[in-house]
């Protein structure tokens, strides 16, 4: 049964941004045969002499498991309806779990496996004070309409298709499943030492998840350290910007603007990013009618967010 978010998890997807969103999904009940894999690669595949190929080495047969959470902690909110105003705070936490079936790789990228979304699951307490003087408090915990499903993803003929196994996707989530499922593709494939590069406009959606349009701004990312071990080679990025844009709503879109910075370890020969932290700055504002009534919805907070990856 799909999950419909409500005006109080408006900002569930900001909050599910950055350090390597890899989220999957589509529409079919049957299961990809899974075929032999391939022998494993030692070594990370390298680009020009003095570079890095921060894509890494996929290693087909294995299976890529990415943690991410985060929280939104007492975020100012500010709500108007009419003639009246609440004033409040609201402490948004979320947790994710994929495990991602490397099925085949080709040219060093991954192009078929398979995607179980093992967690998806958003906590929000939000505390308000009404206009009689009294104090509210809601705490409230959802299931996002991917936790527990499993999509079959495939890169055919330059273009990526994602079939959800079992029931059909609400409308939404359809749509949200046009976008590419991983982003390992995102990374410089050639780069050296203290290099930087500019992620604008539509790739800014790698940061942000569906639902968001970036209309404004930009993050640079750069390589600021590689830790040769004798079994893989580690690289140290640092990512920083600011955007801005809207997000959708059931009750039309919302301004935001967001502030980011980021610190990412990512293993070359396993091709993922074992671990991950961020802060940054949320602000979405709006105005709308409900009930008849005009509305307007403002709310400011700092973000944290941690990742976890390993190889199986």
Same mark, same amino acid.
């Given at each position: ?16 941004l ?9 529409? /079919?009940?049957?299961?990809? =045969?899974?075929?032999p894999?391939r022998p494993?690669?030692?070594? @990370? ?10 894509r ?6 294995? %299976? ?10 007492? /975020? ?14 609201? &402490?948004l ?13 080709e040219?060093?990228? +991954? ?6 979304? =093992?967690?998806?699951? &958003?906590t ?22 991917l ?5 079959? +993803? ?6 990526? %298709? ?7 996707? !609400? /409308?939404e ?5 046009? #976008? @590419?499922?991983?982003?390992? /593709?995102?990374?410089p494939? @050639?780069?050296?030492?203290?290099? !930087?590069?500019? =992620? ?23 390589? %600021?350290k =590689? ?5 893989? %080679? ?11 844009g809207t997000?959708?709503d #059931?009750?039309?879109?919302l @301004?935001?603007?967001m502030k ?12 993922? #990013? +074992? ?7 949320? #602000? ?9 009534l005009?509305? !307007?919805? !403002? ?5 944290t967010?941690?990742?976890?990856g390993?190889?199986?």
């Open positions: 049964m799909p999950i419909h978010r409500r005006r109080s998890h408006c900002f569930c997807l900001t909050a599910i950055a350090l390597a969103c890899e989220t999957p999904p589509s529409t /079919a009940t049957q299961r990809l =045969v899974k075929p894999p494993v690669e030692r070594q @990370a595949k390298r680009g020009p002499p003095g570079t890095y190929n921060l890494g080495t996929p290693l087909q047969g294995h %299976t890529r498991r990415t943690a991410l959470s985060f929280e939104l902690e007492a /975020a100012q909110l500010t709500a108007k309806a009419g003639p009246y105003t609440f004033t409040g705070t609201m &402490t936490s979320g947790q994710t779990t994929d495990e991602l079936e490397i099925h085949v790789v040219e060093g990228l +991954i192009r078929s496996g398979r995607l179980s979304h =093992v967690l998806d699951k &958003t929000s307490t939000m505390r308000m004070n009404l206009p009689d003087g009294t104090v509210e408090t809601e705490t409230e915990e959802e299931f996002g309409e936790h527990g499903r499993t999509e079959i +993803i495939d890169f055919t003929a330059g273009r990526w %298709t994602r079939k959800l196994v079992g029931a059909s996707p !609400s /409308a989530l359809a749509g949200d499943l046009e #976008e @590419a499922p991983i982003e390992d /593709a995102s990374y494939a @050639a780069i050296k030492l203290g290099e !930087s590069w500019m =992620v604008t406009g539509p790739e800014l959606r790698r940061w942000l998840g569906s639902g968001f349009t970036a209309t404004t701004g930009q993050i640079m990312s750069t390589l %600021t =590689v830790e040769a071990f004798p079994a893989e %080679t580690i690289v140290t990025i640092e990512s920083a910007g600011e955007f801005g997000m959708r #059931e009750n039309g879109d @301004a935001f603007t980011l910075k980021v610190t990412e370890r990512r293993s070359l020969e396993r091709a993922l #990013e +074992i671990e991950g932290s961020g802060q940054g700055t949320l #602000e979405i504002s709006g105005a709308y009618v409900e009930d008849r005009p509305t !307007s919805l !403002s709310m400011a907070g700092p973000i967010i941690k990742t976890k390993a190889l199986y």
